[in-house]
T-cell receptor, first 112, second 117 residues
Framework: LAKTTQPISMDSYEGQEVNITCSHN???????ITWYQQFPSQGPRFIIQ???TKVTNEVASLFIPADRKSSTLSLPRVSLSDTAVYYC?????????????FGTGTRLLVSP | NAGVMQNPRHLVRRRGQEARLRCSPM?????VYWYRQLPEEGLKFMVY????????ESGMPKERFSAEFPKEGPSILRIQQVVRGDSAAYFC???????????????FGPGTRLTVL
């Protein structure tokens, strides 16, 4: 499984756009990139998944350059409730099973 | 449709006792996964089960830990003779049966926080 590297922590203010970048130099051809969000005392919550270029949903955008060695999770206009730990995961999308490998994540703190 | 349910949310055991953690997957989901999270760390995979089958238990400690997902009822993670090092948050996740090429999104429960005194 490809190893991921992301910043340990980030600080932001309400209303700003936050970009969290994840490095995955050894990503394999069949690997997908998935981001999860975890609030204190809760289980992780799926945010977004992509393979290449750009993916957007109602929560976030995911930018993946052509070489796929990194990806950037973009959170538009963050609020206090976006304070959480964000995990970048890379793995083969084996139908029916994906052993998720979590790193230590990026701890985002949003201040007023 | 209720999400993944876990109980109890908090469990306190003394060293040497047994801990039983229960997980009810989302309706229609036939795959269950268990993860363990130590403070300030990411989740670590323990075991993957389908109904009445253990598919991958490569993350399970060799002794004292066992898991099952019976035909009827919740999945159970059982820890015998607990030690202080077992204190952690245990998360269960579930996913539906997937056809080839579908995205495997795991949906997590709120976790059970085990404290061993």
């Amino acid at each position: 499984l490809a190893k991921t590297t992301q910043p340990i922590s980030m600080d932001s203010y309400e209303g700003q756009e936050v970009n969290i970048t994840c490095s995955h130099n050894n990503i394999a051809t069949n690997d997908y990139i998935t981001w999860y969000q975890q609030f204190p005392s809760q289980g992780p919550r799926f945010i977004i998944q992509g393979y290449k270029t750009k993916v957007t949903n109602e929560v976030a955008s995911l930018f993946i350059p052509a070489d796929r060695k990194s990806s950037t999770l973009s959170l538009p206009r963050v609020s206090l409730s976006d304070t959480a730990v964000y995990y970048c995961l890379v793995g083969d999308r084996n139908p029916g099973f994906q052993k998720l490998v979590f790193g230590t994540g990026t701890r985002l703190l949003v201040s007023p | 449709n209720a999400g993944v349910m876990q109980n109890p949310r908090h469990l306190v055991r003394r060293r040497g006792q047994e801990a039983r953690l229960r997980c009810s997957p989302m309706k229609g989901h036939s795959h269950v996964y268990w993860y363990r999270q130590l403070p300030e760390e990411g989740l670590k995979f323990m075991v993957y089960l389908q109904k009445e089958n253990i598919i991958d238990e490569s993350g399970m400690p060799k002794e004292r830990f066992s898991a099952e997902f019976p035909k009827e009822g919740p999945s159970i993670l059982r820890i015998q003779q607990v030690v202080r090092g077992d204190s952690a948050a245990y998360f269960c996740a579930s996913s539906p049966y997937l056809a080839s090429g579908d995205t495997d999104t795991q949906y997590f429960g709120p976790g059970t926080r085990l404290t061993v005194l």
